[in-house]
T-cell receptor
């Protein structure tokens, strides 16, 4: 069975601090996809990144970076120089191969990030 | 670019009433997913459709039903509403890549 664990329920930082959101996953599949979504107070789910299980390269996009480590089944998300607008709930999610129809996302419980000015 | 459209965005119903949520996927996306997110919870998978056929089923109550129509839009029908059905309901669609979520329909049951 698939499972995603986000152990950090809530994190508070001061603006300009760096913050890392942890994500640990469990799956028996050799092919799978990992995602991060942002849910701001307005409620929509904003797609941030997708990684497949065969690509362990870390990725950087502006102030966002992701560290995928298959050996520890982790897919952590770091925000550098956080801003108040980063305040949101962040969800890590896991899916089996997207090449097969109907494969759903399994979400972690989410981490509430509060960035104070 | 066109996104996933959900309607209505907000809905208020009373206990035991019926509600219908609609989802219009991104053009040429053939798979639709429904998720329910209770207050302070993560989104929970309800049901999915591929090419108008149910492809997977999650924790969807028997009081709920859904279908995907010939134009690929989907409807989630909820009957005998309970207070615990109050939630944000997301629809997502997928072609051959990642899921794209709609903005959600917020159902409040009084």
């Amino acid at each position: 069975a698939q499972k995603v664990t986000q152990a950090q329920t809530e994190i508070s930082v001061v603006e300009k601090e760096d913050v890392t959101l942890d994500c640990v996953y469990e799956t028996r599949d050799t092919t799978y996809y990992l995602f991060w979504y942002k849910q701001p107070p307005s409620g929509e789910l904003v797609f941030l990144i997708r990684r497949n299980s065969f690509d362990e390269q870390n990725e950087i996009s502006g102030r966002y970076s992701w560290n995928f480590q298959k050996s520890t089944s982790s897919f952590n998300f770091t925000i550098t120089a956080s801003q108040v607008v980063d305040s949101a709930v962040y969800f890590c999610a896991l899916s089996e191969s997207l090449m097969e129809y109907g494969n759903k996302l399994v979400f972690g419980a989410g981490t509430i990030l509060r960035v104070k000015s | 670019a066109a996104g996933v459209i959900q309607s209505p965005r907000h809905l208020i119903k009373e206990k035991r009433e019926t509600a219908t949520l609609k989802c219009y996927p991104i053009p040429r996306h053939d798979t639709v997913y429904w998720y329910q997110q209770g207050p302070g919870q993560d989104p929970q998978f309800l049901i999915s459709f591929y090419e108008k056929m149910q492809s997977d089923k999650g924790s969807i109550p028997d009081r709920f039903s859904a279908q995907q129509f010939s134009d690929y839009h989907s409807e989630l029908n909820m009957s005998s509403l309970e207070l615990g059905d109050s939630a944000l309901y997301f629809c997502a669609s997928r072609g051959t890549g990642e899921l794209f979520f709609g903005e959600g329909s917020r159902l409040t049951v009084l």
